[in-house]
């Protein structure tokens, strides 16, 4: 199960639009418990209200993707290290 607040731009999940995953696009609150999401899918993108009864049928596949300072995109700090001792020397000074 995810609550609304993990339903976040760039967050793919399951249950917003029937068992297919879906790639949330915009996320906006109206008040504390519904959630207006604009997402792609399959069919193109859409929008949906989210109310916290539609919670239980929200499944996480992947979380939002912070950004990194390449304009690309990474999942942990793992992914963030260089394999260059010399950027690694760069970054400290």
Do not use: H
């Amino acid at each position: 199960m995810l609550t609304l607040e993990g339903v976040t731009a760039g967050a793919k999940i399951r249950g917003v639009a029937g068992p297919v995953a879906v790639e949330v696009v915009r996320a906006e609150w109206i008040g504390s418990d519904a959630l207006n999401v604009v997402y792609r899918g399959a069919d193109g993108p859409a929008e949906i209200v989210l109310f916290r009864d539609n919670e239980p049928r929200l499944e996480l596949l992947q979380a939002t993707r912070a950004p990194r300072g390449d304009g690309s995109t990474s999942s942990s700090i793992e992914d963030q290290r260089s394999s260059n001792p010399r950027d690694c020397a760069r970054a400290i000074e």
